[in-house]
């Protein structure tokens, strides 16, 4: 199965709208869906590629990984 790419196949695959917005570092409007494993995930509002690619800013908002002692 392709990662779906419109509204109607996210649904269908068992996605949920979680809220519409605005990227805070670079004014795009997105979409974040709640995946079937409880997750969200923030797309582009075209619903084509995932905002974390598009986004210039996409590194600031990447969790840090706790460092191992």
Same mark, same amino acid.
């Given at each position: 199965?392709s990662? +779906?790419?419109?509204?109607a196949?996210f649904?269908? !695959? *068992?996605?949920?709208?979680?809220?519409?917005?605005i %990227?805070?570092?670079? *004014? @795009?409007?997105?979409?974040?869906?709640?995946? +079937?494993n409880?997750?969200?995930m923030p797309?582009n509002a075209d619903?084509?590629l +995932?905002?974390? @690619?598009t %986004? +210039?800013? !996409?590194?600031?908002f990447?969790?840090?990984? !706790? !460092?191992?002692?």
């Open positions: 199965m990662f +779906p790419t419109t509204e196949e649904e269908a !695959a *068992g996605y949920s709208v979680f809220k519409r917005t %990227c805070r570092k670079c *004014g @795009a409007k997105i979409v974040f869906w709640n995946t +079937p409880n997750k969200l797309m619903a084509e +995932p905002h974390w @690619a %986004c +210039p800013h !996409a590194e600031e990447r969790k840090r990984k !706790a !460092a191992t002692a």
